[in-house]
């Protein structure tokens, strides 16, 4: 049997791809739905991770993060915003 990836868009990640993914049929928690708005970027991941969720973002901390190899996590998809580079 086939796991399905889920995910979780940070706060920086707009409700309206939330409720796009869900009319898709895939599993989407968001930073605002979980209380974790504000929250460390260390705190998002640990939430992600618990749940088996990739973190979705545009914030480039994450990919920060995850290249300092000290932090664990189920997957980070990171876009960077229009107009930002």
């Keep these: 049997m086939t796991q399905k990836i889920r995910f979780h868009l940070d706060e920086n ?11 898709r049929g895939i599993d989407v928690t968001t930073t605002s739905e979980t209380g974790l708005i504000a929250a460390s970027d260390g705190e998002q991941l640990y939430f992600a991770m618990s749940q088996n969720r990739v973190i979705s973002t545009h914030d480039d901390d994450f990919v920060i993060l995850h290249q300092g190899g000290f932090i664990m996590h189920s997957g980070i998809t990171y876009c960077a915003q229009l107009g930002k580079y």
């Design 13 to 23: 990640v707009s409700n309206a791809i939330a409720e796009g993914l869900r009319r």
